[in-house]
């Protein structure tokens, strides 16, 4: 069924799926579009982000859209049946879908026995009706924004948390950002009233200790909206994984800075698949409109881009990367911070000062980090190899395209979103390597540009 408008969504989409500094790759990315007999064409996308090896994310990558294709199929008879169709009925056949999707794969982990888990945010763009419906499990993100001023669209209708089945809706007059949130612990949990801290403690880890309204008690560090402290509510709940039924604390997991609740080897994230009484397995259903009036960009990525780029920088990034470049060496960059606290070690060891401006001579300057500190100071000799290709990578691009015109048709930093979008993502990667992201790289961008028919 094509809406009744003169605009038709035109997308382009690109892929990409590195190994970064990890000694295998454990992720798998798909993008697809295809054909729906009812409502028309449709633009899928899937980033799952594998974690104690790569079973779950390649079993998701095999069933997720087949096995969609086969829920919706049923649920659009079901939901047809009497002869309405429109976006009211549309979100009810992917809410259906979604809801027994999510239960199937995780299902489907446990009879086939799979070791470790995986992430998953699957994209579903449904290009004739400009609805888009997102399943996000884990720590994966989903963003879609505008391709002009890189800022993130608000045309986000509603959230149905099916871990609680909490419905999040949101008022025409007020649509919140189409992008999807973190299933993680955010910060250090605080006791609200220090008088209470010697009581709570003794709790923590006894069995049978946990009841819900101790959430009150705390707060969360780095949490201003409470979602990491909903996270971490949610997980004590479960009796799947909080078994002891008991208070536990967040704390550092070990050998790293990642928070985890609890003492137990636990991933980073809260949701997952597979990872069978470590973490919980329904996630979220985001329902959205695209825009029909501007260019917008739909990105779905693993955490390996947030591990060293600001979620609000992604898009940034993408739509300007000859600005992005200009910004690479912030405050934050963790060689950065070291120079700044140890400006004589770094003469010391031939690196020189950081350089106050010019990208050729910041990209230089962290390329001789990488080469004279980086096997003290990175995690292998992998990710000193990784991030010097990646800064390889980046001063190729600056001297091929920064000296061209910017009206040049050639020119990958000015050219229009949608002709370069392969280009824009892997800018973005290699960034996000150079930015010391250790981690497996992968994502998705689907361009989407509406046009008159």
Same mark, same amino acid.
Request: aromatic letters at 10%; one cysteine or more.
């Given at each position: ?52 090896? /790569?079973?779950?994310? $390649?079993? *998701? @990558?095999?069933?997720?859209? =087949?096995?969609?294709?086969? !829920? ?124 209470? /801290?010697?009581?709570? $403690?003794? *709790? @923590?880890?006894?069995?049978? =200790?946990?009841?819900?309204? !101790? ?239």
């Amino acid at each position: 069924m094509a809406a009744e408008t003169s605009v038709k969504l035109i997308p382009t989409s690109t892929v990409v799926s590195i190994q970064g500094g990890r000694s295998k790759n454990e992720d798998t990315a798909e993008c697809i579009k295809f054909d729906d007999s009812l409502f028309g064409p449709v633009q899928f996308c899937m980033v799952a982000d594998g974690h104690g090896g /790569a079973a779950v994310s $390649k079993m *998701l @990558k095999r069933e997720t859209l =087949s096995t969609y294709k086969e !829920l919706f199929e049923k649920y659009k008879i079901e939901t047809t049946e009497q002869g309405l169709v429109g976006i009211e009925q549309l979100d009810v056949i992917i809410e259906n879908t979604l809801r027994e999707l999510n239960s199937h794969l995780q299902a489907t982990a446990v009879t086939r026995m799979l070791s470790g888990g995986s992430t998953l945010v699957a994209n579903f763009a449904f290009l004739d009706i400009f609805r888009n419906y997102v399943l996000n499990v884990g720590d994966s993100r989903f963003m879609m924004f505008d391709t002009e001023t890189g800022e993130i669209v608000h045309t986000l209708e509603k959230i149905i948390d099916l871990e609680d089945e909490l419905v999040t809706e949101f008022p025409s007059s007020d649509l919140a950002e189409s992008a999807s949130h973190l299933h993680k612990v955010l910060g250090k949990l605080k006791v609200k009233n220090p008088q209470n /801290a010697r009581e709570l $403690k003794h *709790l @923590k880890g006894q069995r049978g =200790s946990w009841n819900e309204s !101790l959430a009150d008690q705390f707060h969360m560090d780095n949490d201003p909206t409470g979602r990491g402290i909903r996270e971490w509510k949610l997980f004590l709940n479960n009796p799947e994984t909080n078994v002891n039924n008991s208070l536990e604390y967040v704390q550092n997991r070990a050998n790293d800075d990642e928070l985890v609740i609890g003492n137990r080897q636990l991933p980073s994230t809260t949701r997952a698949f597979g990872d069978f009484h470590m973490t919980l397995h329904l996630g979220e259903i985001y329902f959205c409109t695209i825009p029909t009036d501007r260019n917008v960009a739909l990105f779905c990525g693993c955490d390996g881009f947030e591990e060293s780029v600001d979620r609000d920088l992604i898009p940034k990034y993408l739509c300007d990367p000859s600005g992005a470049l200009g910004n690479l060496l912030s405050e934050d960059h963790k060689f950065v911070k070291m120079y700044n606290n140890y400006k004589d070690w770094f003469l010391h060891q031939k690196i020189g000062h950081l350089p106050e401006d010019g990208v050729v001579n910041q990209l230089n300057w962290l390329q001789r980090c990488v080469q004279y500190v980086g096997h003290s100071h990175l995690p292998s000799q992998r990710d000193c190899e990784v991030i010097a290709g990646a800064v390889q990578w980046l001063q190729w691009a600056f001297h091929k395209y920064s000296t061209k015109a910017p009206t040049d048709a050639s020119n990958k930093f000015t050219q229009p979103f949608a002709d370069s979008v392969r280009f824009r993502l892997k800018f973005l990667v290699q960034s996000a390597l150079a930015r010391l992201s250790f981690d497996n790289i992968s994502g998705v961008i689907i361009a989407i540009n509406p046009t008159q028919c």
